[in-house]
């Protein structure tokens, strides 16, 4: 069965202090894996999309990465404003397009 | 560009009255997708639509749920009738075809009394 699992759950940091947040899958074949961050009372917004291993994408103080069984977005020198829930999805080639999200991670940046 | 607009934002209803949510995705995009989210949860796919075909409609519970999306744009969902369990935020996502990035609306927050 497709699964995605988020670690930690939760994760307070120290502005500037840099973390990574995990994502595992399960999949029958990765067709894409994707990031969003969501804030209280929103929709999840798209960050990153990534397709295959050894990927790597950046946007300002984030970077995913993707092997075969996980994904990392790593946060360096978090702001406040960085402070949300981030959602990580997986499609399987396989299912047709059904996508796959984890729980989420809730990251809390203090200033 | 308009992003995904959601109607209503929120709604409070009795158990076993309807209730309907509406989405109008952004223009030009065929795939439209609803997704329930409980707190602390990520979103689980209750439908996909391709234009107006339901392509993926095997989560949804056929028993009170039903969806349509009439020529293929806007589409609404309804729960007839409500029970407690579907209190959540129901979001509706839209993208220009399938395996691209999803782009989702505000969510409509349902309490079910």
């Known amino acids: 069965e497709d699964q995605v699992t988020q670690s930690p759950e939760a994760l307070r940091l120290q502005e500037g202090e840099s973390s990574s947040l995990n994502c595992s899958y399960t999949?029958?074949?990765?067709?894409?894996l994707f990031w969003y961050r969501q804030d209280p009372g929103k929709g999840p917004e798209f960050l990153f999309t990534l397709y295959s291993a050894g990927e790597e994408k950046e946007k300002e103080r984030l970077k995913a990465t993707l092997t075969k069984k996980e994904s990392f977005l790593h946060i360096t020198a978090p702001k406040p404003e960085d402070s949300a829930t981030y959602l990580c999805?997986?499609?399987?080639?396989?299912?047709?397009?059904?996508?796959?999200f984890g729980a989420g991670t809730r990251l809390f940046v203090k200033a | 560009e308009a992003g995904v607009v959601q109607s209503p934002r929120y709604k409070i209803i009795e158990k076993k009255q309807p209730v309907a949510f509406w989405c109008n995705p952004i223009s030009g995009h065929n795939t439209l997708y609803w997704y329930l989210q409980n707190l602390g949860q990520g979103p689980e796919l209750l439908i996909r639509?391709?234009?107006?075909?339901?392509?993926?409609d095997s989560q949804l519970p056929k028993d009170r749920f039903s969806a349509e999306r009439l020529k293929g744009v806007d589409s609404t969902l309804k729960i007839q009738p409500a029970e407690l369990g579907d209190s959540a935020v129901y979001l509706c996502a839209s993208s220009p075809t399938p395996g691209f990035e999803q782009f989702f609306g505000p969510g409509t927050r349902l309490t079910v009394l």
């Open positions: 999805a997986v499609q399987a080639e396989t299912g047709g397009f059904k996508t796959i």
């Open positions: 639509y391709e234009n107006e075909e339901a392509v993926d």
């Open positions: 999949v029958s074949g990765l067709r894409g």
